[in-house]
């Protein structure tokens, strides 16, 4: 068992992607409730559970952002899909910035249980954000094949299994 796998996952189950759907999902709840909130939907309640779920989403932001970081870092310098997961880790970072203003300029909205315009715009150009973030994520796996092992022809235990086909050994096979 390699020191590695900690904090990058194992082959074929990667550390990033399942922290990546927990965060885009509590931010994409933290936007539903501001808008509600907005549009007067039971709006005491849903401006309390937007800031909390802002905040809940930056507290998970930071494992997801490492672990997506420590991938980041093996990536060659320069090559396409470096460029690619550049772009994506902008758009995160960007979106992070715009969730963390809403949560500090609407805190006032949250004691007052009423989310502000300035905070939901903050709110809904961090989505936007997410959004265009998510969709170079994908890029990065589905078109570059980042992490993607790619074995079609595993055995089902084995791909169910924790440890399948080393990423190293798919590299050299499909070399040769
Ligand atoms: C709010 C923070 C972030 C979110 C929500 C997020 C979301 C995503 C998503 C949705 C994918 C595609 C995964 C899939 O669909 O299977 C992805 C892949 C990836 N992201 Fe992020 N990301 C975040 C931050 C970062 C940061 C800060 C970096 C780099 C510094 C980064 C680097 C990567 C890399 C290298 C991949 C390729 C797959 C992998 O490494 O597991 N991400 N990310």
Do not use: C, Q
């Not at 550390?15 to 007067?40: E, N, W």
């Not at 994506?88 to 969730?99: D, K, P, Q, Y």
């Amino acid at each position: 068992m390699r020191l590695g796998y900690f904090v990058k996952g194992l082959p074929g189950h990667p550390l990033h992607p399942p922290l990546t759907d927990a965060t885009i999902g509590i931010y994409t709840a933290a936007t539903v409730f501001g808008v509600l909130s907005a549009i007067g939907l039971s709006e005491r309640n849903t401006a309390t559970a937007w800031w909390l779920t802002l905040v809940i989403g930056l507290i998970v932001t930071v494992p997801t952002a490492l672990a997506g970081l420590i991938d980041w870092l093996g990536i060659e310098w320069g090559s396409p899909l470096w460029r690619t997961a550049t772009a994506h880790m902008l758009s995160m970072v960007t979106a992070t910035v715009f969730f963390l203003l809403a949560a500090i300029f609407g805190h006032g909205g949250y004691v007052d249980h009423a989310v502000g315009s300035g905070s939901l715009i903050l709110t809904l150009i961090g989505f936007g954000m997410l959004t265009l973030g998510g969709w170079l994520g994908g890029s990065v796996v589905y078109v570059h094949g980042m992490r993607v092992l790619n074995l079609i022809h595993e055995l089902a235990r084995r791909a169910a299994a924790p440890m399948p086909t080393p990423e190293k050994k798919v590299a050299e096979r499909t070399r040769a």
